[in-house]
């Protein structure tokens, strides 16, 4: 079944366009999409007589036209607002006639409404953004940012132009390295070719520059240049061709070349048809490009096409795209006016050099094909449409979701069992884990046992008082001790060797360096009980987890679990973000999750029961209040251990001796107490009127029988 691409064109114009404006790269790449095998292309774009008399290999889904020609910003920003509510209503239309795949948007408004109809509609599309606004990049232009950022956020996937582009994006906006792509921009070759081996008004001291008149652009610089290079070459010209955007910059512009010297020699050629303009590029001798930003320069690609020689900006984006060859340009400072006139000289005067750079230019240019880039475009479609597999149910049907992410790993929701997961699911090695929670760096363990609630309930709620319960993940073998004492036989499980030694020393049993994958291995049907408390969700494999516990229950066995709870309120967790996110918990349960996770693998449940809210515990986050006593600090620096567990430590000061880890220990805690409680005090009214449960939940299931 072929491919579903939906288009969404800029809107400015209907395309394609006889302009020089950036429109006419999406009707490419849209045409050349079109060509490839295994795809049905539409493009969204103005309403047009010209669309019927188009041969192409794709289709128009064209939105009313508005008609309006100022120039003015309330016009400006209402045909925006217009054009996209046409682009929504159409996206509606089409998702009723046809499923769609993927919507790739040029525009940051554009992007946003089918980003908004995804979540509203929970349409299937994936959405594409590529950033084609340079504006983005400058430091005065905040509300492009915020809604950029949005999108950014929001879209399943970004494409990037240029590797300056995405580590841009990457740095400032935080965009997962997962979640962008870079594919350039393309060209049409093969006419721009045709164009240079018909030029018949080529001048050969001509210099040139084709793009918006403003000061991002910089053809100041290129005029002040202009002023050393006519010392030279007295027959020199230069013209300046482009959409005046800025015309406070533009009369500037016109007083330095009135005010030297240059009318006549620096020409400006207004706005012409791009077969015009390209001709006359190709009858120069180079092309000048010392923008200050850019997202792709078009007019170097268009440049080098057409076999010009460059003079440009040593910036990332011109070097993305020159480092793909040989030379075909000289390097510049943005405003090193000596530099750029000394580079024009050096072309102008070494024919030879001027005509191997113009050979290397179009060799280069062919890289950079329709055909090429369309391919390219279509393999990232595919590597984003192609969904994770659910770790839980196995569904192939997830909807990224705009958490934070870190180290390299998104968040995905499972549309089948509810389950958020992360991509890639790849877990902490055995090492990572134990140096992360017991090394001092994380508060973890202090919490007496008569405050863990989940073990409580455990006790209470569970029927059976007796029997073989393994307990996988047993730490320290606090939960042992209080199940020992309640009369289980016990065997239990950690991937720390040293948290095991600890648990041999205090305590009588089995206690063993292993999984449960391994220990199942001749152990099938043995245990009447096995309890897994904050463990499922760092699991890299749940089903195999689960699949083992199934295995080592006997006909009518229990399995228990504390998972966190995915519905409670979560801004602490903006506070502590390693331990809620990847690599640290890899999966995220809410109640109907972990019941079908349970019953589709052999389960029936037998209860669920959330934490009980506690106001203090809300308040300071996490239960900190508990762990910051004074009698926990002193006894850090005395035995290394919590004073008042009902248990006998010996081994454990063993873990915390030493005077940096307990240091460590401290700086933690005190760094929690005034984190949690601005955050707790700040949040507590709307955490106790919107969610009254707590962190996490106990679930107890039964084994069903074969």
Same mark, same amino acid.
């Given at each position: ?25 999406? !009707? ?12 049905? %292309? ?35 920003? &209402?045909?925006? &607002? ?61 509300? !492009? ?27 400032? !906006? ?7 792509? #870079?594919?350039? $921009? ?26 918006? =008149? ?5 053809? $100041? ?41 240059? !009318? ?6 207004? %706005?012409? #048809? ?5 001709? #006359? +590029? ?5 092309? +000048? ?21 460059? %003079? ?27 530099? =750029? ?5 050096? =072309? ?94 994380? %508060? ?24 073989? $319960? ?30 095991? #030694? ?27 009980v096995v309890t897994f408390f904050e463990v499922l969700e760092h699991m890299a494999d749940p089903v195999s987890f689960i699949r083992s516990v199934f295995l080592s229950l006997k006909e009518g066995g229990y399995a228990a679990c504390s998972v966190p709870n995915r519905e409670r309120m979560r801004i602490p967790m903006l506070l502590f973000p390693e331990r809620e996110y990847p690599p640290s918990h890899l999966t995220y349960w ?7 996770? &349970? ?33 926990? $600090? ?73």
């Amino acid at each position: 079944m072929p491919l579903s691409i939906i288009q969404i064109a800029f809107g400015i114009e209907p395309l394609p366009s006889q302009g020089i404006g950036g429109g006419n790269l999406v !009707y490419e790449l849209s045409r050349a999409l079109g060509e490839l095998p295994d795809t049905d %292309v539409s493009l969204i774009d103005l309403k047009s007589p010209l669309h019927r008399n188009l041969k192409v290999n794709f289709s128009f889904e064209e939105v009313p036209n508005h008609h309006f020609t100022s120039s003015s910003l309330a016009v400006h920003l &209402f045909r925006i &607002f217009f054009y996209t509510g046409a682009v929504a209503v159409r996206l509606i239309s089409i998702n009723a006639r046809k499923a769609i795949d993927i919507v790739h948007a040029h525009n940051q408004f554009h992007a946003a409404a089918a980003i908004l109809l995804k979540k509203i509609f929970r349409y299937r599309y994936k959405t594409f953004y590529t950033l084609h606004n340079a504006a983005v990049t400058m430091p005065d232009f905040a509300l !492009y940012r915020i809604l950029e950022g949005y999108v950014m956020r929001n879209a399943d996937h970004i494409i990037a132009l240029t590797p300056t582009m995405r580590d841009f994006l990457i740095e400032k !906006y935080r965009v997962n390295s997962a979640r962008i792509s #870079q594919v350039h $921009l393309g060209i049409d070759f093969a006419a721009f070719n045709a164009i240079s081996g018909n030029v018949t008004n080529c001048e050969p001291n001509r210099v040139i520059y084709t793009s918006t =008149i403003c000061d991002r652009k910089n053809q $100041l610089a290129v005029a002040r240049a202009m002023v050393t290079v006519l010392k030279h070459f007295p027959d020199a010209k230069c013209l300046f061709y482009g959409f005046v955007f800025d015309q406070k910059y533009f009369k500037e512009l016109l007083d330095f070349i009135n005010n030297n010297g240059l !009318y006549g020699k620096v020409i400006y050629g207004g %706005v012409v #048809q791009k077969d015009v303009l390209f001709s #006359q +590029v190709a009858g120069s001798a180079v092309a +000048v490009m010392p923008s200050r930003y850019e997202i792709q320069p078009m007019m170097l690609l268009e440049a080098l096409a057409l076999g010009l020689p460059v %003079v440009a900006t040593n910036a990332g984006f011109n070097v993305d795209v020159l480092s793909h060859g040989a030379e075909c340009a000289i390097l510049v400072e943005p405003d090193g006016t000596d530099g =750029i006139a000394r580079a024009i000289e050096t =072309i102008l005067m070494d024919h030879e050099r001027r005509k191997k750079m113009s050979e290397n230019a179009k060799k280069l240019a062919q890289k950079f094909s329709w055909s090429n880039i369309a391919g390219q475009t279509l393999d990232v479609y595919l590597s984003v449409q192609k969904s994770p597999v659910c770790p839980a149910c196995g569904c192939e049907d997830s909807s990224f979701l705009s958490r934070p992410a870190f180290k390299g790993y998104i968040l995905r929701h499972c549309v089948a069992c509810n389950l958020i997961f992360s991509d890639p699911m790849k877990a902490w090695s055995n090492e990572g884990y134990v140096e992360f929670f017991h090394d001092g760096s994380a %508060v973890h363990g202090l919490v007496p046992i008569k405050d863990q609630w989940r073990w409580l309930a455990f006790f209470e709620k569970l029927s059976l008082r007796s029997g073989e $319960l393994l307990d996988v993940g047993c730490s320290y073998g606090d939960f042992a001790a209080l199940a020992q004492k309640h009369g289980y036989s016990l065997t239990g499980i950690d991937v720390s060797w040293e948290l095991v #030694q600890i648990a041999r020393a205090r305590l009588h049993g089995k206690f063993l360096v292993s999984n449960i994958e391994d220990l199942v291995k001749g152990n099938e049907g043995r245990y009447d009980v096995v309890t897994f408390f904050e463990v499922l969700e760092h699991m890299a494999d749940p089903v195999s987890f689960i699949r083992s516990v199934f295995l080592s229950l006997k006909e009518g066995g229990y399995a228990a679990c504390s998972v966190p709870n995915r519905e409670r309120m979560r801004i602490p967790m903006l506070l502590f973000p390693e331990r809620e996110y990847p690599p640290s918990h890899l999966t995220y349960w809410s109640k109907d999750a972990i019941t079908k996770f &349970f019953e589709n693998h052999g389960f029936s449940i037998v209860s669920i029961t959330e934490e009980p809210l506690k106001l203090l515990d809300e308040m300071w986050s996490f239960g900190i209040i508990q762990r910051c006593r004074l009698d926990v $600090l002193a006894h850090i620096f005395t035995r290394g251990v919590r004073p008042d567990s009902e248990l006998s430590l010996e081994g454990k000061s063993s873990l915390k001796s030493g005077f940096r880890k307990k240091l460590l220990m401290v700086g933690a805690i005190f760094y929690q107490v005034v984190l949690s409680t601005v955050v707790g005090v700040i949040t507590i009214p709307f955490r106790l009127l919107l969610r009254r449960s707590g962190f996490s939940m106990l679930i107890i299931a039964k084994k069903k029988a074969v």
